[in-house]
């Protein structure tokens, strides 16, 4: 059982259009994560929400902490080919899960993202 | 600042041979490091905590003795893949956790290593 769940896994799109990645779990989270990694490279954070209901910007990306810190999500306004990646939602051990886990990060499925010129 | 590097970038070996990657944090001192696992176009999969000083945490599947871990100093950790098969052959990256307090911590990554067991 995959304890966050992203989608789409896969997203083709022209230049210009606009997009969002879901990142979703049962379980609340203190924080959530988002990387984006090109072929052969190590992830790169993003972004980190921390706050139930926190919107952060990044120029054309927006990200979203769900109220119940439970999901979140990745918005980007026209798309460019420089977005394209594997875009990767992250988060520490869910609340009350403690012990030895302190520290580790759960990583959802990815979204591949190919943005067409 | 928060720069993570690994060594080598990628390796092609032959079947039954260690390789030992080193991954090392260049500009701040990192009490733990984390090993990961990635096939192309899948997630990362944890393989190993690592703690100076201290014995490695591995995941549940991951063969201790065929994935040995060494974090010998507060700036390097080694992963050593020991008599490589090609089921071996995967893109190995490294992690160098910031920061103490579990809300807002953050893990810096290395560029990866990627090994090809012929």
């Known amino acids: 059982t995959q304890l966050l769940e992203q989608s789409p896994q896969f997203l083709s799109i022209q230049e210009g259009e606009n997009l969002t990645v879901y990142c979703n779990s049962s379980s609340v989270f203190s924080s959530l994560q988002w990387y984006r990694q090109e072929p052969g490279e190590g992830p790169v954070l993003l972004v980190t929400v921390v706050t139930g209901g926190e919107v952060k910007k990044l120029k054309r990306l927006t990200f979203q902490f769900g109220d119940a810190r439970k999901d979140s999500s990745l918005h980007i306004t026209a798309a460019q080919p420089g977005d394209t990646g594997l875009y990767l939602c992250?988060?520490?051990?869910?609340?009350?899960?403690?012990?030895?886990?302190?520290?580790?990060?759960?990583f959802g499925q990815g979204t591949i993202l190919t943005v067409h010129p | 600042g928060a720069v993570v590097s690994q060594h080598p970038s990628w390796v092609i070996c032959k079947s039954g041979t260690s390789v030992k990657i080193e991954c090392r944090s260049l500009?701040?001192?990192?009490?733990?490091m984390f090993w990961y696992r990635q096939f192309p176009k899948q997630s990362l999969m944890l393989m190993a905590t690592?703690?100076?000083?201290?014995?490695?945490?591995?995941e549940q599947g991951v063969e201790k003795d065929k994935f040995l871990i060494n974090h010998a100093s507060l700036t390097l950790s080694t992963l050593t893949v020991t008599s490589a098969h090609p089921e071996d052959s995967s893109f190995y990256i490294c992690?160098?956790?910031?920061?103490?307090?579990?809300?807002?911590?953050?893990?810096?990554f290395g560029p990866g290593t990627r090994l090809l067991v012929l």
């Open positions: 500009d701040f001192q990192a009490t733990t």
């Open positions: 690592s703690n100076e000083g201290s014995k490695a945490t591995y």
């Open positions: 992690s160098a956790r910031v920061g103490f307090r579990v809300r807002g911590q953050t893990q810096y």
């Open positions: 992250a988060g520490p051990p869910p609340m009350g899960a403690g012990g030895t886990s302190y520290g580790k990060l759960t």
